[in-house]
């Protein structure tokens, strides 16, 4: 029986995609395993591998479309001894199940010209069988929602069904039971989070000249979650400045020692440590909103915004206390490189606790970033500039200044809170040797 290969989800705010690029064609033979497409993601481009083997029997789905809804038809695979003709009308079930982040694939047996039984559902779930297993199943009018499977991830398989023998159920109330297991469809999202409709924005414009520039998945994403954010999240601010000459001349000793190993520290990697460190000094602040409670980390898991051209990356730094500054430097740098060619896995850019969004290399001295959810918190991060001082001794003098503002969700942390983990980043800031003991 030929087997439906779905668009699947390859993100957890996967909802739709692009399929970039097919690595097979009509005829090609595939085997499991193998990378046969290439998929945009609402982040990232990323291999999809085919589940089965078989010969490509239908591409359904061109290369080049956009906003292709998760878990629609994209291709047909043939299994031995099945031919093009097999296909007949195949149509995706509705009560197909979403792939995971963690196998980036899914699959469904398709209809043929005879309808082949729908998948069984359990508890609003997708039973998974292979096609063969699925058949024998039919036949034998075994409900597979009762069988365990013993094939990968728990699938049912031939071996499953042989031996079992069908128990017996009324016929009139299996229509009302499939209705009332499966899953109700969620309800379609609007393309735009808030405010007036396209045609009606377009129409205040009628007779000025504008050019239309239609949203890829990504500035979908960054536009849906942060009008959540501004909407959803209680934020407030917090703004001091860090004196920032101790931390230059060291960054320079520093360098000069590293330059040796072609490391080059930035103002940014210590930011990252100072941040991290500061984490495990207040741990209450290192939280993040759960819905109905707070969860709070053991680690330090440091986000940093990645600007890219259309949208932005905040790939993770995870138990970034525990590393030293060139180790972050040299993962802040790959990470960065492989945002910038949309080539980060979501595990790399998904969790933390808390981002640091820097646009102080921009000349920007001082702004207020939004928080991205579900984190607490997030820190914006200013130009160093020169600027006249009071000396302790009372002295004017001239220091290098950065202004800093760390946005809070007051559902997480308190104005107190927020303080003291501020005042902690600033004290690894100015005295930055003690970030090394």
């Known amino acids: 029986m030929p087997v439906e290969i779905l668009m699947p989800a390859l993100s957890p705010t996967m909802e739709e995609g692009t399929l970039a690029k097919w690595l097979v064609k009509e005829g ?3 085997t499991s395993g193998q990378v046969i497409a290439e998929i945009e993601t609402d982040k990232a481009t990323m291999e999809f591998e085919a589940v089965d083997e078989g010969t490509i029997g239908k591409i359904v789905i061109a290369e080049g479309t956009e906003g292709v809804k998760v878990n629609t038809l994209i291709a047909v695979l043939l299994e031995e001894g099945e031919s093009a003709s097999d296909i007949g009308t195949a149509k995706p079930a509705a009560t197909t199940a979403t792939a995971t982040a963690d196998t980036a694939k899914a699959e469904a047996p398709a209809a043929t010209t005879t309808p082949a039984p729908a998948a069984p559902v359990s508890d609003g779930k997708r039973v998974f069988a292979t096609p063969l297993a699925r058949r024998i199943a039919a036949d034998k009018g075994l409900d597979l929602s009762t069988i365990a499977g013993s094939g990968p991830h728990g699938r049912i398989v031939k071996a499953d069904v042989e031996g079992a023998t069908a128990a017996p159920k009324a016929a009139a109330s299996a229509p009302a039971a499939a209705a009332s297991a499966a899953p109700a469809a969620p309800a379609a999202k609007a393309a735009m989070p808030t405010g007036a409709d396209a045609n009606t924005v377009m129409k205040m414009f009628e007779g000025r000249a504008f050019e239309e520039v239609k949203l890829d998945g990504m500035r979908k994403t960054v536009a849906a979650r942060l009008t959540e954010a501004k909407q959803t999240i209680p934020h407030f601010y917090l703004r001091r400045s860090v004196q920032l000459d101790a931390l230059m001349a060291f960054r320079a000793q520093l360098n000069g020692q590293l330059e040796s190993r072609g490391v080059k520290l930035s103002v940014n990697d210590f930011i990252i440590k100072a941040c991290a460190m500061a984490l495990q ?10 819905g109905d409670r707070i969860l709070r980390l053991k680690p330090s898991d440091v986000a940093v915004a990645v600007a890219i051209d259309g949208g932005l990356f905040t790939p993770v730094l995870k138990d970034a206390h525990q590393k030293s500054l060139s180790a972050l430097s040299a993962e802040m740098k790959d990470l960065a490189t492989r945002a910038r060619n949309r080539k980060l896995a979501p595990h790399e850019y998904v969790g933390g606790s808390f981002a640091i969004s820097n646009l102080g290399m921009y000349g920007i001295e001082n702004f207020d970033a939004v928080i991205n959810p579900p984190h607490g918190s997030i820190l914006a991060v200013g130009a160093g500039l020169k600027q006249p001082v009071v000396k302790p ?8 200044v950065m202004s800093m503002t760390l946005s ?12 003291d983990f501020l005042a902690a980043i600033i004290e690894n ?9």
């Open 408 to 419: 809070v969700d007051h559902r997480v942390i308190d104005g107190a809170l927020g303080a």
């Open 28 to 30: 090609d033979t595939v």
């Open 281 to 290: 000094k207040v741990p209450d602040a290192n939280a993040v909103w759960a």
């Open 429 to 437: 800031l100015e005295n930055p040797m003690a970030m090394l003991a």
């Open 393 to 400: 001794d009372g002295e004017i003098g001239v220091a290098t």
